[in-house]
Nanobody
Framework: QVQLVESGGGSVQAGGSLRLSCAAS????????MGWFRQCPGKEREGVAT???????TYTDSAKGRFAISKDNAKNTLYLQMNSLKPEDAAMYYC????????????????WGKGTQVTISS
């Protein structure tokens, strides 16, 4: 079955960097749209970055210029490089996958990981 396992979260000072990883299995990874979402307690989940099967990417406005999504099809792994981190970036970060780019766009992909926590200290 489909499995998505995130790693790389942790605590970092504001201005620092983290790289999140998502190891995928159980599906034809290269054919899927992959994305990163985040959620803070009491807030709605928001999409952070998406990478489509053709390699094209999109970002939420707050992530543009600071975050970079990438994938390694040979390793079935998705990445999110996060630089210049701000206190408002603190959240649980989730990896997601779907064949449909539309479902990713509307925040309803079929497959989710369990998340990795990112904490930012000012």
């Amino acid at each position: 079955q489909v499995q998505l396992v995130e790693s790389g979260g942790g605590s970092v000072q504001a201005g620092g960097s983290l790289r999140l990883s998502c190891a995928a299995s159980g599906f034809t990874y290269s054919s899927y749209c992959m994305g990163w979402f985040r959620q803070c307690p009491g807030k709605e989940r928001e999409g952070v970055a998406t990478i489509y099967a053709d390699g094209s990417t999109t970002y939420t406005d707050s992530a543009k210029g600071r975050f970079a999504i990438s994938k390694d099809n040979a390793k079935n792994t998705l990445y999110l490089q996060m630089n210049s981190l701000k206190p408002e970036d603190a959240a649980m970060y989730y990896c997601a996958a779907d064949l449909s780019g539309y479902r990713m766009l509307v925040g309803a992909p079929n497959y989710w990981g369990k998340g990795t926590q990112v904490t930012i200290s000012s």
